[in-house]
């Protein structure tokens, strides 16, 4: 976990899996990011939270078809708060977020296509984090997800929707302290989408 009461900003490449409902079909979905985070302290233990990120890759792939492409946009706000401590050795911190996923589909089985493919996600995590050394921490908590995505055809105009999805699970990570402004981290998160992150925080 970030430091809650200094400004940090965190530059993470992030890997997502998921399984979308699109117009009564399945969808498998897998989209790598670069990602820019900032937090900035707010005071008793609160930290405003930004993203923004730009897709690299975007795919989905059911029985019947293959849409991949390059290029979007992802937005997101949220708000942290960093508890009490009341569990030695261990620090809590819990966060609400709620972002906006856009990534370009160009390309197809049969050749190009002009589409996009948009999630609107709401997520809540609890996280604990102890540490192992005085460089060194592991954290670990639940990450609770919903989700509802959109595919749209920007040739014709027609948007397929898809189910509200959502799911309780875990997430892990390990932090190491480089210096007192830089931490490396590395996570993965389980459930109905499965991320995978590494990237580095700085500290101010």
Known sequence: MADSSRLNLTLLGASAWSHESIGGDTYDLRQ?????????????????????????????????????????????????????????????????????????????????????????????????????????ALYAGLRAYSGKNRLRNSKTGTELTGEQEGSLAGLAGIRYSVSDKLSLVADAGFGHTRVLGIGAVFSF
């Open 32 to 136: 790598q990011a670069l990602i820019l985070k900032l937090g900035k302290p707010l005071g008793r233990g609160f930290v405003l939270n930004a993203q923004i990120g730009l897709p690299s890759a975007t795919k989905l792939t059911s029985q019947a078809r293959e849409l991949s492409g390059n290029g979007g946009l992802i937005l997101g706000v949220g708000l942290g708060y960093k508890l009490p401590r009341f569990l030695d050795p261990v620090d809590f911190f819990a966060a609400v977020s709620h972002s906006h996923s856009l990534g370009y589909l160009d390309r197809d089985e049969t050749g190009a296509v002009d589409q996009t493919f948009r999630i609107a996600e709401l997520q809540a995590l609890f996280i604990g984090e102890t540490a192992l050394t005085s460089k060194t």
